[in-house]
């Protein structure tokens, strides 16, 4: 499980050139690798702010979508 969530890491890099091919996730997924390093923290990390302001944000943007009703 620790495996999966560490290629993960690398796969959602911002920089395209820091994330692993296909190839070399399935590698990584299927072989023995013992030593997986834990890719460096992205420059636009979110959990540096304040959890209030993140929580603020997202509940205004939620109310700013407007509802679709469909005909029964």
């Known amino acids: 499980m620790k495996k999966m969530i560490i290629v993960a890491l690398w796969c959602i890099q911002l920089k395209p050139s820091d994330r692993p ?4 996730v399935i590698e990584l997924l299927e072989g ?3 030593c997986l390093q834990i890719p460096p ?11 209030e302001l993140v929580q603020e944000a997202s509940c205004s943007m939620n109310s700013t979508i407007p509802s679709l009703t469909l005909p029964r």
Request: aromatic content about 6%; overall charge positive; cysteine-free.
């Open 21 to 24: 091919t296909m190839n070399k």
């Open 41 to 51: 923290k992205p420059s636009l990390y979110q959990l540096d702010k304040p959890r």
């Open 32 to 34: 023995e690798v013992d």
